[in-house]
């Protein structure tokens, strides 16, 4: 079975401009959980889905961040405008079930905001 | 609400023993252990739900105390594909999602 498939797998772009993270979770699975890893910071939880419907998004650091969901096998995060303090490797996860259900991570996608 | 653990680092032979910890200041639900390889993404290793109750895998165990709301992740005679980083995630009583630690950097040697 496919797992978690994110795209692009590795970003390079300069301040300012958009950048368009994607995931498509794994089929059957109804929570969705974009991840952002920095060494400072380590794995934060950005915003999560339940049914295509965001459920937590406390975890999404400013308004320059967002995050949809259109339906059941694909989801995006958007950065507008992207900054270098964006740079990350964000992470994509998905299970069936929420709190005793393992999460499925997807490769990630290195962004890097120059 | 983010889990401590214990150690940050730490350093062995191959065939040595290790434990981690994990530890909440808050009643926890669930205890998730991860182990992510370098480059890689996490991977899933195990889910403790109750306390006391103590999971394993072959040479890879772990422990959650529900009074002390803590978890231990046990690995035996390690072998060299155990290196990576662990990331215990915990789940509040009470909430629904997972918080990750900041990790265990696991260094296996010959």
């Known amino acids: 079975d496919a797992g978690v498939i994110q795209s692009p797998r590795h970003e390079v772009t300069e301040m300012g401009q958009e950048v368009t993270l994607r995931c498509k979770p794994i089929s059957g699975h109804d929570y969705l959980f974009w991840y952002r890893q920095t060494m400072m910071r380590g794995l934060e939880l950005l915003i999560y889905f339940n049914n295509n419907v965001p459920i937590d998004d406390s975890g999404m650091p400013e308004d320059r961040f967002s995050a949809k969901m259109p339906n059941a096998s694909f989801s995006t995060l958007k950065i507008q405008p992207s900054e270098p303090r964006d740079s990350a490797v964000y992470f994509c996860?998905?299970?069936?079930?929420?709190?005793?259900?393992?999460?499925?991570f997807g490769d990630g996608t290195r962004l890097s905001i120059l | 609400q983010q889990p401590v653990q214990s150690p940050q680092a730490v350093i062995l032979r191959e065939g040595e023993d290790a434990v981690i910890n994990c530890s909440s200041s808050k009643a926890l639900y669930s205890v998730h252990w991860y182990r992510q390889k370098h480059g890689e993404a996490p991977v899933f290793l195990m889910i403790?739900?109750?306390?006391?109750e103590q999971k394993g895998h072959e040479k890879i165990s772990a422990s959650f105390n529900e009074k002390k709301q803590q978890s231990s992740l046990y690995l035996t005679a390690s072998q060299l594909s155990y290196s990576g980083t662990y990331f215990c995630?915990?789940?509040?009583?009470?909430?629904?999602?997972?918080?990750f630690g900041q990790g265990t950097r696991l260094t296996i040697n010959p």
């Open positions: 995630g915990t789940v509040l009583q009470g909430a629904q999602k997972l918080v």
């Open positions: 996860a998905s299970t069936a079930g929420e709190r005793n259900q393992p999460q499925h």
């Open positions: 403790l739900l109750k306390g006391g």
